[in-house]
């Protein structure tokens, strides 16, 4: 049975410590001295792969660079050998390949390349079994690949990985169907510099462009079709009384809420009639395991994983054929749990089932129904910040945070707990005592109920809403006043607007938590003059114009990348940051097969048995790695055609812009009192 | 804030009032709606439900000389927001209970609000009585919306309407998504405030000030209507 573990969500559990400086101050993170190696404790003979791992010249470089072998890209776990030959891509592709990122490269080099790429192989792998860090031997390379190009160590080095006889069986054999596909890119983009001088050539430019255009996980074969279809389909509310057991069936995803007595309290699709008989199937199966002491975790079955999660007197259960491992499931089933504690506090919760084991908890919950949806939903659409554990923060300029961050201790009412001001769901401030932190969990409520509900948002005025942030402390409630700015803005004079047409993305909201629930006047006071301030100083215009720019696209931080998305975490601030989904991944659909990876990418590295530090992955439509420090963890996304050194190099980039524009995408050291 | 229309100067004889409005009554039957219609003259179909509460203000002028303010507080309807509604009655001048007009259990539930506010709110408390979803009943053959039906309907216009005569309430049926009665009803309740005692600062507060008032000098900065 399951038997995953909350090990690595540990960090979330610690809340943002926004204002102390922890232990691993974020300098320390890209100091030369701790290149990421140091930490990827290789294990031999494993199929997974890893960076390379403790010797190495690592003092040559200034951050940390991620190193993969050149010749091993599969992970056996995630994609059986032998892989099959790209039957997608035409022969005329296949030529264009090689000249990917370099389309300057000369025509007549190409045929020579194409066919004495399999001998470099052998040079290659030969130079790692002995599980040194491999380097192509230049006195090789170079006359194989035709060029005298100088090129710095780095760019040669290799994963440490020992391999199998069969291993290089499936090597060999996946280079002699796409020799040039596979190995012509990787020494082109190794020789990469060296190209840049040569002359272009329009055909071919056009011919890479094509190339380039190619998106990760744009293809879509025939099983992704039905997959589309059901996807689609997910989000409708199931009304055709025919069809109804068979739609709801066919969801890809549910999740259901139940008292241990065996009542139905939540499900996101369906109604009472037809799930109670499921509902009974479930409380026994949960009651049987629960009575022997040996208690359910989730189970697989009709392709579907169910994870269940018994917090009582609540029974939540997950069922997902999203490819989602049982702790991202776990996951999403505390932030269930969370919504319903927010609402009643823990206290509440065990005294009515003490009193009534057989309470009807809809009767108390309702109207909150949206926000359990709300969530649910974000769950199957796919959500980096549960994911990742970790929240998202607006970028700005240091200087202008700080402006924000004073402007709010200054405003600071007497009964003030935490004030924020979020904007399109993410952080642009935070002010809190010294000895509170704030819990991501926490802050996902909050954004919940605030950017995916429109309970709050539709009501176009203040707010004020009792709630129990449990991260903070489950047993009591705490008042939250809310008020969205660009509605304000909006309001001024008579607008026939409808308040749905807001999009998300662009609302900005002082919230403002207090323990006193009689502070409304005096939270909006503090909000007068924060706004009035804010837009004294200029910050507002700053913080909306941000906002309305939306995140930052992937070719401003990294140009000429063929990195199409990533998720980078910086575990000691618990909060990410990640490009726009524009323009390579527009649709749900994408967005959820992107997301889909990164679930897929993020259980591998966090499996509890493998100690992996790094982890690339080739499909049929994307390549994409995962790079685990324990400072950050970083997930990309490349496009099919793309090789492993381009991703390399783009992690690369990422980590380094992040290093340097840290203190405008995280919030660090936020304002205390 | 949501809404600060802004008043136009005001000569020497203007009155401005400002008053602190209630709303209850259960969930489902409206209040966010009505409060919607009101303040912004918008409609949603498909409206969530009011977590907690929302504050919202809306300037009415009585005549070319009387303005009135109301702070309005759209409560949540949910059993369980029950024990902080004395925290948005308390001090209120006036209060809108509203019941749904096919919905039989509303009009116990809003007697039951119009008992409590009776008991534990203002003494001079002013409450209007709101029959909603007046459109649901009404088979307007003009109207281009899907005719009402008249069977929907669950409490009869004269049943309301003696009980309200009885309890010394105002009453209107309205419907906030045809924006019927929705302004009279407020209109109503600005007639019946006692204007007079208001003068240009704004009621006297009720029996307990401070305790969750805004300052005197913040009322009146609000009520002064400069957004600047």
């Keep these: 049975m399951g038997g995953t573990s909350k090990g690595h969500q540990g960090v979330s559990n610690g809340g943002i410590e926004l204002g102390e400086a922890s232990s691993l101050s974020p300098r320390a993170e890209y100091s030369p001295n701790t290149p990421p190696r140091q930490t990827s404790a290789g294990v031999p003979g494993s199929t997974m792969y890893r960076g390379g791992s403790g010797k190495g010249t690592s003092d040559e470089r200034q951050s940390p660079v991620v190193d993969m072998g050149h010749g091993d890209a599969f992970d056996e776990e995630a994609l059986p050998p032998p892989l099959p030959p790209r039957p997608q891509i035409s022969p005329e592709r296949q030529t264009t390949s090689s000249s990917l990122y370099h389309p300057g490269s000369s025509k007549p080099s190409l045929q020579s390349k194409a066919t004495t790429a399999l001998s470099l192989t052998d040079i290659l792998t030969q130079s ?8 192509y031997a230049a006195s090789s390379a170079r006359p194989v690949a035709g060029f005298s190009a100088d090129l710095s160590p780095a760019d040669y080095r290799s994963g440490a990985s020992t391999r199998n006889a069969s291993e290089y069986g499936d090597i060999s054999s996946i280079r002699s169907y796409a020799p040039t596909l596979q190995v012509g890119g990787d020494i082109e983009s190794l020789m990469g510099e060296a190209l840049d001088s040569v002359q272009e050539n329009s055909p071919w430019k056009l011919l890479s462009s094509q190339i380039e255009s190619e998106n990760p996980l744009s293809q879509i074969s025939e099983e992704e079709k039905e997959f589309e279809s059901k996807f689609a389909e997910e989000f409708n509310e199931i009304e055709d009384l025919k069809m109804l057991l068979n739609c709801w069936k066919s969801r890809l995803k549910h999740f259901f809420i139940l008292s241990s007595a065996g009542k139905p309290i939540y499900t996101r699709h369906g109604d009472e009639n037809l799930i109670s008989g499921y509902i009974g199937v479930i409380q026994t199966i949960i009651s049987f395991y629960h009575d022997v002491d040996d208690s359910l975790k989730g ?51 065990t005294r009515l089932f003490s009193t009534r084991p057989s309470t009807d908890l809809r009767k108390l919950l309702h109207g909150t129904e949206p926000l359990l949806s709300a969530l649910a939903d974000t769950f199957t659409r796919g959500s980096p910040p549960t994911l990742l554990s970790a929240l998202e923060c607006l970028k700005i300029r240091k200087a202008q945070r700080h402006l924000v961050n004073n402007t709010l201790l200054k405003a600071r009412s007497p009964s003030l707990l935490y004030g924020l001001i979020v904007a399109g769901g993410r952080l642009v401030s935070v002010v809190r005592p010294k000895r509170h932190s704030l819990h991501p969990s926490d802050l996902q409520l909050i954004f919940n109920m605030l950017f995916e509900a429109e309970g709050v948002k539709g009501g176009g005025g203040e707010n004020w809403i009792p709630l129990c942030l449990p991260g903070f402390n489950k047993n009591g409630y705490l008042y939250m006043y809310v008020s969205f700015l660009s509605r304000q803005a909006k309001s001024e004079g008579p607008s026939n607007q409808p308040t749905k047409s807001g999009g998300k993305e662009d609302e900005v909201a002082v919230v403002l938590i207090s323990a006193d629930k009689e502070s409304f006047y005096e939270q909006q006071q503090m909000q007068d003059n924060v706004i009035q301030q804010l837009e004294k100083n200029g910050s507002m215009d700053i913080i909306i114009s941000a906002v309305q720019k939306g995140r930052y696209s992937i070719s401003e931080i990294a140009p000429g990348t063929l990195l199409r998305h990533f998720l980078y975490k910086s575990r000691a601030n618990v909060q990410f940051t990640m490009p726009s989904y524009e323009p390579h991944f527009i649709s749900p659909l994408e967005r959820r097969k992107l997301l889909s990876l990164y679930h897929m990418l993020h259980a591998s590295v966090h499996a509890k048995s493998a100690h992996l530090k790094v982890q690339h992955c ?29 991703l390399t190099q783009g992690a690369n980039k990422v980590v380094q812009w992040v290093r340097r524009e840290e203190e405008r995408v995280f919030i660090i050291g936020g304002a205390v009192f | ?30 209040k966010s709606s009505l409060v919607l219609r009101f303040v912004k003259d918008q409609f949603d179909d498909y409206r969530e439900s009011t977590i907690g509460a929302a504050f919202l203000t809306q300037t009415i002028s009585l005549d070319d000389t009387t303005t009135v303010k109301f702070e309005i507080w759209d409560t949540a309807g949910q059993e369980r927001y029950k024990s902080l509604a004395p925290m948005y009655y308390r001090n209120a001048n006036c209060a809108v209970v509203v019941y749904d007009i096919t919905q039989a259990s509303s009009l116990d539930k809003a007697k039951a609000w119009v008992k409590e506010l009776q008991r534990q709110a203002n003494e001079n408390i002013i409450i209007a009585l709101a029959g909603n979803k007046l459109d649901l009943v009404q088979d307007s053959s003009s109207s281009d919306a899907p005719a009402g039906n008249p069977d929907k309907r669950a409490i009869s216009t004269a049943e309301a309407e003696a009980y309200a005569r009885e309890a010394g309430l105002l009453f209107f049926e309205t419907s906030a998504k045809t924006a019927e009665n929705v302004r009279e009803l407020f209109t109503a309740i600005a007639r019946k405030l006692p204007l007079d005692q208001a003068g240009p600062r704004g009621l006297p507060r009720g029996p307990r000030p401070g305790v969750d008032l805004r300052p005197e000098a913040a009322g009146t900065q609000g009520g002064g209507a400069c957004n600047c």
């Design chain 1, 128 to 135: 790692f079994p002995d599980g040194s860090r491999g380097t």
């Design chain 1, 299 to 349: 189970f697989i079955a009709g392709g579907a994983r169910f994870v269940v999660m018994a917090e009582d007197p609540l029974y939540l259960v997950a069922i997902s054929r999203l490819d989602e491992s049982d702790t991202q499931l776990r996951t999403q089933l505390e932030a269930l749990y969370m919504q319903i504690l927010s609402t009643l506090t823990l206290p509440t919760l």
């Design chain 1, 618 to 646: 080739v499909h049929r439509d994307s390549i994409s790695l995962a790079w685990v420090t324990p400072f950050f963890e970083l997930y990309c996304v490349a496009g099919p055609n793309a090789n492993r050194n381009a």
């Design chain 2, 1 to 30: 804030m949501a809404t600060r229309a802004p008043i136009a100067s005001r000569p020497g004889g203007s009155r401005f009032a400002q008053f602190k409005l209630v709303l209850l009554g259960e969930s489902a039957v409206g």
